[in-house]
């Protein structure tokens, strides 16, 4: 799927909470990246169908209005934007199993280490 | 007198002599008529007169041997000697001394005619004489005439002889029949055809007759008054006196509770001819005792039996219904085993009704074992929930947890149950002639009603049915409550799993938050120093580093908090407090917040309302319910309102957010409990409990109204005088210590 996706260094982050967010976005930032943050699945659905393709997409999942899990399945069915690799960021471990979040590209465990996150991303964007 | 006249005179006068003595003779003779009379005073006359030595007259013995049946002249020794056999009397060799002399004359006269019958008397009258007798010929004419005399005399002595036997035979046979009757147990009448009657003495005892009566008509009303229905009786004797052949048995009851067996039959001769008629009574009031008192043996030992047998089936039954109970914790399925249980052995149909935990009572299964009243049931189901207004029924089992029996449902009764007509044509429809309600009670907890009704199967319940409902009962609330306290136990490790993970989510936010801060901060300084660290992200480092700090100490002092309230230790510091102040410095702090959720807040706070309660305890509430309502309802108004309300202090928090599902409105105030998915909210789901406690602690209340979709409204209610007094809450909190 990552292969027909030209490595760029857009980087969109899924995320309800502010500070998580902010920091993320800001550290991503400082290695170069240019990051799309938005916090909830809906509002990045409505961007992503506007036009914009990161090259991967960092989610979390508990978030209200529309959550990861939610998103994950939108996300499938448009085949649009259903080939962006999404790397999903959660507290809870077992969340990894279930069958969406398996089809996921990356699972990043909260609380995020700083060097696992730039690995990642770097597999999926060039800054 | 001539000689002539001489001659005849003297053969005149020996005629008569003769005459005489023929006359004298023929009257002994007759004497011999009785056969007690001897014969010897005959022939002792016959002797004299005619001057024999000897006459002796012999007969035939029983055996056909000689014998001398009476003799004159003869002496007691020679009469006792034996005589020998012979052929014929006249020839015959006679023994008697008296006779042995020469010169003796004998006369021989046949007692018996030659054309006699062959049994008639062989009798011969022997004459002796000393020398040829100096008598008239005619004498032996004489003898002729009294043989012929004696003959006559003899049989009539014989046939009177006989007929005194007979006499005697008869006497002695009426005797004997009267001492057998007279000493028979059976009562006997007997009605001779010219209604003559006659009874023996106990037939006078069982109808306490008096010695005698005439005729059967006197008989007939004192017999038949004894009877126990003496018209039957009197109209039976009646009948049964006028025909000549009937036999027949009955069984006669007297009025004193005696029992007869009556046969009546006719009473003939050998060759038929009809005496009359006679009736046998025998008391059988003992045996007909003995029988009864064995069919009543039988009769107890039958039941004895079907008593055991059901015994056996009753627990080879509830043998059977606690395996099926047992065999699953499902709360659904378990209801479900409930209702079919009983069917069809026990019920034609059956329901369960159960009373949730918050006091709210619903039909949950109706069961039918009829498929064909499926849909019947189904609309019992889910349109008649259980009637706890009517006077009888499930409803009413509900409320008082007492069993009912109704052996026959007539239509108004069940029309009451039902309350209303729509109700009640089901109930007819599905059939509802007897039924058994009996409560579902299990450690003290009534859970539901459990109905068993039969429908037109002709069955009824009764009392033993109704017990064993109860023991069925009793066995399904088990069930029940296991199946229940098992939901519920999955349900809390649920809400557990669910806060842990909440819990491991809320902590690792602030955590993630701080880690990346101060990683960001190592690896921006590692490339170039401290001094290279941008200025802007060194201040969101640290700015993000004390907020998430402080996030965690609030999540910490809050699962400090709940563990503090759980154990019943809420410290409350009661002072004078103003819930409209709080209200509104809640407000003030929090518009950031509101402001983040996009909603609009309408602060209704006029006038103070002061109570004695804890200041931080009501900001704690006001904040939990506003925190609450921005949360569920982001991005729409919101309305806060403080008000008196007599002696109540009133806080109302409203939302138009998603609402609150019925199900789940008691609910929310438990611990981890939230009324949506926590997928989409973040939060430990303690705040509302924390606001259930805080208030109960006060001596509050909060309860939601809610419509699903349309928002939620809180709303509680605190007494302005505080909580009650420490005593009793101190009471109150133990109670509440103990139950945790």
Known sequence: MSTEITPCGRVMLVEDDADIRAMVGMLLELEGYQVVSTSNGGDALKILRDGERPCVILLDLMMPVMNGWQFLAEQ??????????????????????????????????????LQTLLNTVQRFARA | MSSHEEGDLKLTEERLARISVLQELTVSALDLF???RSMDDLLDRLAMRLGCRAVVCL???????????????????????????????????????????????????????????????????????DGEPRLPAQYHGVVERLADILRTALLHRRLYARTLESERGLFEQKTLLECQSEASLDGILFVATDAAASYNERFREIF??????????????????????????????????????EQNRTEVVLHDGRSF??????????????????WYLRDITERKRVELERALLFQQEQLARAQAEEARQRASFLAEASRLLASSLDYSATLERVAQLALPSFADWSMVDVVEEDNSSHRVVVAHFDPAKAKLAEAL???????????????????????????????ALLRQIAGCEEHFEVLQALGARSAVIVPLTA????????????????????????????????RAALAVDNARLYLRTREAVQARDEFLSIASHELRTPVTSLQLAAQGLLRV??????????????????????????????????LLDVSRIQAGKVELQLEPVDLAAVAREIVAVSREEIASAGCELTLQADGPVVGRWDRQRLEQVTANLLSNALKYGAGKPVELRVEAAGDLGRLVVRDQGIGVPADRRERIFERFERAVSARHYSGLGLGLYIVQRVLKALGGSVKVESEEGAGATFVVELPLDGPPSREARGEEDHRGAAQG
Not at chain 2, 208 to 219: K, M, N, S, T, W
């Open chain 1, 76 to 113: 499938a069915q448009d085949p649009a934007i259903a080939p962006i690799p999404v790397v999903v960021m959660s507290g809870d471990g077992r969340g990894r199993e279930k069958p969406a979040v398996a089809r996921a590209a990356g699972f990043l465990k909260k609380p995020i280490d």
């Open chain 2, 34 to 36: 009785d056969p007690r």
């Open chain 2, 59 to 129: 007969g035939p013995s029983e055996r056909g041997t000689p014998r001398l049946l009476g003799a004159s002249g003869l002496s007691r020794a020679s009469r006792a000697c034996p005589l020998p056999a012979a052929s014929s009397l006249e020839e015959l060799c006679l023994p008697y001394l008296e006779l042995a002399g020469e010169g003796l004359v004998r006369w021989v006269f046949r007692v018996t005619p030659p054309e006699g019958p062959a049994d008639a008397l062989g009798c011969v009258l022997l004459l002796y004489f």
């Open chain 2, 208 to 245: 306490e007759l008096p010695e005698a009566v005439g005729g059967f008509g006197d008989l007939l009303e004192p017999v038949a008054d004894r009877t126990a229905v003496p018209a039957d009786m009197a109209e039976r004797m009646k009948r049964m006196v006028l025909c000549r052949e």
């Open chain 2, 261 to 278: 067996d009556v046969a009546c039959a006719p009473v003939k001769s050998r060759d038929g001819v009809y005496f009359g008629r006679s």
């Open chain 2, 381 to 411: 189901r889910t349109r008649f929930p259980p009637n706890e207004e009517a006077p009888a029924g499930a409803g009413r089992v509900l409320v008082d947890g007492k069993s009912e029996l109704f052996a026959e449902l007539e239509p």
């Open chain 2, 443 to 474: 450690r003290g907890k009534r859970l539901g009603a459990f109905s068993l009704v039969y429908g037109d199967s002709g069955r009824r319940y009764g009392e033993a049915e109704l017990a064993l409902a109860e023991d069925l009962a009793c």
């Open chain 2, 525 to 558: 300084a590692g490339n170039g120093g401290f001094d290279a660290v941008p200025p802007a992200f060194l201040r969101t480092s640290l700015e993000t580093s004390v907020r998430q700090s402080a996030r965690m100490a609030q999540l910490i002092d809050r």
